[in-house]
């Protein structure tokens, strides 16, 4: 079952723009991991933020988790062409149930 | 470099044949994952192990046989498979999953993109 559900789909900015990502879930969470995939790649771990922290930054990333609306923000300021690639939001239950992935932001980073 | 390894990376396979799918750690970590992965979807989770036994079977298909013959190695029996099966099989480990430790961030490999004909 699905969990966590990105907004928007796909997003395009020129280099050197900052990128925004969302990610909204349903039911409560222990934390929120957010994942990077290039294209025929694995899945690379960004940052995790847990249930009680309200941001957390990490190098050109900053992630903000806002429980009263079950909502979390990616922000990567400063974007690069590298940073062309899936992201994927993946909640973490309190019950005993696995780490769901969202559906993914395409992000591409025009040169 | 990644520090899940996965082989091979790509498998062509008939629907008749037998293969099979490999994954190695050297971490330390005790549980681990095998993930299948459709163009432009997320990673569904398949299997989990914790501490080599089998921990979560998602209602997966009897055509895919995991076993985890010691802590750092995983493997993916493959038989009979049909085109719907046509996808990238990730794997993953993490440091542990009973417990606090289920979410603990995941290591993935590459995958394996396989095709079945």
């Known amino acids: 079952s699905q969990q966590g559900e990105e907004d928007p789909q796909a997003l395009s900015i020129q280099e050197g723009e900052n990128a925004t990502m969302n990610c909204s879930y349903k039911?409560?969470?222990?934390?929120l991991q957010w994942y990077r995939q290039n294209s025929g790649r694995g899945l690379v771990h960004l940052i995790l933020?847990?249930?009680?922290?309200r941001e957390k930054h990490s190098g050109r990333l900053r992630v903000t988790l806002d429980t009263s609306k079950k909502s979390s923000s990616l922000l990567i300021t400063a974007s690069r062409a590298a940073d062309t690639a899936s992201y994927f939001c993946?909640?973490?239950?309190?019950?005993?149930?696995?780490?769901?992935f969202g559906k993914g932001t395409r992000l591409s980073v025009i040169a | 470099d990644t520090e899940v390894t996965q082989t091979p990376k790509h498998l062509v396979m008939g629907m008749t044949n037998k293969k099979s799918l490999k994954c190695e750690q050297h971490?330390?970590?005790?549980?681990m994952y095998w993930y299948k992965q459709k163009a432009k979807k997320p990673p569904e989770l398949m299997f989990v192990?914790?501490?080599?036994?089998?921990?979560i079977n998602e209602s997966v298909p009897s055509r895919f046989s995991p076993e985890c013959p010691n802590s750092s190695l995983l493997n993916l029996h493959l038989h009979a498979l049909q085109p719907e099966d046509s996808a990238l099989y990730l794997c993953?480990?993490?440091?542990?999953?009973?417990?606090?430790?289920?979410?603990?961030?995941?290591?993935f490999g590459d995958g394996t993109r396989l095709s079945i004909l």
């Open positions: 993953a480990s993490s440091q542990d999953y009973a417990g606090r430790g289920k979410n603990q961030p995941q290591h």
């Open positions: 192990y914790s501490y080599e036994k089998l921990s």
């Open positions: 933020i847990r249930s009680n922290e």
């Open positions: 971490m330390g970590h005790r549980a």
């Open positions: 039911t409560s969470i222990n934390n």
């Open positions: 993946a909640t973490a239950s309190s019950g005993n149930t696995p780490l769901v």
